[in-house]
């Protein structure tokens, strides 16, 4: 009787080990394949954002690269249309010589061009003549104002273009190159220079 109650306990004890074993592994199985599942799925949104990322990246590329083309394009065409200061002049020339030819003739395509800072429009810098050049450089010493970059520029081109053969075109050079320079520190022995060429 005794030994009829150890197997049967011992059976019972071995079937419920069994189901245990069976229900553990059973569970086992199940979370391993939902944990596979995750994993997958995890590498498939990993892997579809990777790609996701460099399509988003070669898009911005190809943006920017249109972009620049387009940029380049119109700048080309830009470049095609622009107006230089010279065709501005020619055609302001042009439109003067329809409507005022005598005095548009006086002032010249170089008038138009680059106009005379001093204010006299009819004196282009190739009709700069001794006695206009000493006017100017005396109007710009007897007033520091009035010596501006644009006149000194002005005056230095048109005594380089020397075109009216200028007599003492050294002498206004030295005095341009200095003030050109920034040097004003002999204004006075340059007044009373300027003012000694008058009488010869």
């Known amino acids: 009787m005794m ?6 306990i011992a059976g019972t004890v071995l079937v419920i080990g069994g189901v245990s074993y069976f229900i553990h592994n059973a569970y086992e199985e199940k979370h391993q394949t ?11 949104v990993t ?3 990777s790609n996701s990322e460099k399509g988003i990246e070669k898009e911005a590329i190809d943006n920017e690269n249109k972009k620049r083309m387009k940029e380049y394009f119109e700048k080309l065409k830009r470049d095609a249309e622009k107006v230089t200061p ?39 810098r190739g009709l700069v003549t001794d006695e206009i050049a000493q006017k100017y450089l005396e109007k710009m010493i007897s007033n520091k104002k ?33 003030w050109k320079n920034g040097d004003f ?16």
């Open 185 to 200: 520190s002999k204004l006075a022995s340059e007044n009373k220079q300027i003012k000694g060429l008058v009488n010869e």
């Open 146 to 178: 009035e010596m501006t970059k644009a006149r000194i520029d002005w005056m230095s081109s048109a005594i380089h273009l020397n075109k009216q053969m200028l007599k003492h075109k050294e002498v206004y050079k030295e005095i341009l190159n200095r």
């Open 47 to 49: 892997h579809t954002d």
């Open 86 to 124: 010279e065709d501005i002049a020619f055609k302001k020339w042009e439109e003067g010589m329809k409507t005022d030819p005598e005095r548009t003739s006086r002032i010249g395509i170089d008038g138009f061009q680059y106009p005379n800072p001093f204010g006299e429009k009819t004196v282009n």
């Open 34 to 44: 939902q944990d596979k599942e995750v994993t997958q799925k995890v590498t498939v």
């Open 3 to 8: 030994l009829k109650k150890v197997i049967l």
